[in-house]
């Protein structure tokens, strides 16, 4: 059994809703780009999905609406965003969704059961990310896919004109490891597959930006939650984020301002151990 990772949703932000609201604008930056992608990894209307990780179940949303005739099991380890997803999804996917509350380390599933597995911006809180990736091997079916999507802190984002962020994502780095995360981790996404069992991994970034869906969609993600919680519980000193704050203001007073973001989407399958392992993949009717 893992230890607790670095991601407490009621601890993360200043306060638990805006972190809901933060979650929900960073589901909707970049969700075309990612269906998209994810579809070219072999996501197929009908497949059983495994979301892990799932939070209050804005992705689980749009899965179930890019997969009218698929079920989704989102798997939560948190007993109120579990609770959150369950009452935010009743009216809209009815019995097409299955809400699991457990840790990703230790689903209670059966093997060989999904055709495809999601894990979105979870790796970066794991303490064995690797543990992880091979509870998912084992429930997944063979041919079956895990897609792991998470950035690295030293991509994430670039803005004009820039904003001071080098003190804080060094103090983010600290903090998350702190707790057993890894904010460095789309570096690693390939190898944690590999190590895990994987074959055929593959890497892709899906990359958002301003000019193409417009600066207020990446707005709710300059909100400040984070970061005044890290100097509420002492990590950071507010003269640390000072910097931060004024390059904040001079980016949002600026007419022209631009802001891309990164995702990395990576993607391994579970190699079908032999030709008649074939026929439990997924094979579209
Ligand atoms: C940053 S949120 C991302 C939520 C969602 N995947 C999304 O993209 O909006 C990370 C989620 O992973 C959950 N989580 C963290 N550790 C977990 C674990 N060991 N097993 C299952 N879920 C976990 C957190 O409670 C949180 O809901």
Redesign the pocket.
């Known amino acids: 059994m ?1 230890g607790k ?1 670095s ?1 407490q ?1 009621n601890t993360y932000n200043l306060e638990f809703e805006a972190e809901i609201q933060r ?1 929900k604008a ?2 909707l930056l970049s969700w075309e780009k990612e269906a998209r992608t994810l579809k070219w990894f072999g996501l197929a209307d009908g497949m059983n999905v495994l ?5 209050p179940g ?2 689980s949303e749009k899965l179930l609406e890019l997969l009218p005739n698929s079920s989704v099991t989102a ?4 007993p109120v ?1 579990h609770e959150k997803a369950v009452g935010y999804l009743e009216d809209k996917a009815g019995d097409r969704v299955n809400h699991v509350q ?4 230790d689903t209670g599933l059966d093997d060989n059961t999904f055709d495809f597995a999601i894990a ?3 790796f970066v ?2 303490p064995d990310p690797v543990a ?1 990736a091979r509870e998912i091997f084992r429930i997944l079916k063979p041919g079956g896919k895990l897609v792991i999507v998470d950035s690295d802190a030293d991509l994430f984002w670039l803005t004009n004109p820039p904003l001071s962020v080098e003190i804080i994502r060094e103090k983010f780095k600290e903090a998350i490891a702190s707790r057993n995360g890894n904010l460095s981790i789309g570096r690693n996404l390939c190898r944690i597959l590999k190590e895990a069992g994987f074959v055929n991994v593959d890497l892709e970034a899906v990359v958002s930006h301003s000019d193409i869906i417009g600066i207020e969609a990446f707005e709710p993600l300059l909100d400040s939650g984070p970061i005044l919680q890290m100097v509420k519980q002492g990590l950071i000193t507010e003269s640390e984020i000072e910097s931060y704050l004024v390059s904040r203001d001079e980016f949002v007073a600026a007419g022209d301002r631009l802001m891309m973001s990164f995702w990395l989407m990576a993607c391994g399958e579970k190699k079908s151990t032999d030709i008649s392992d074939n026929s439990q993949a997924f094979s579209q009717q």
């Open positions: 893992q990772g991601y949703a979650l960073q589901v979301e892990a990780g799932s939070g804005f992705f798997v939560e380890i948190d965003l457990a840790s990703v380390a979105r911006l979870l809180h794991l992880a």
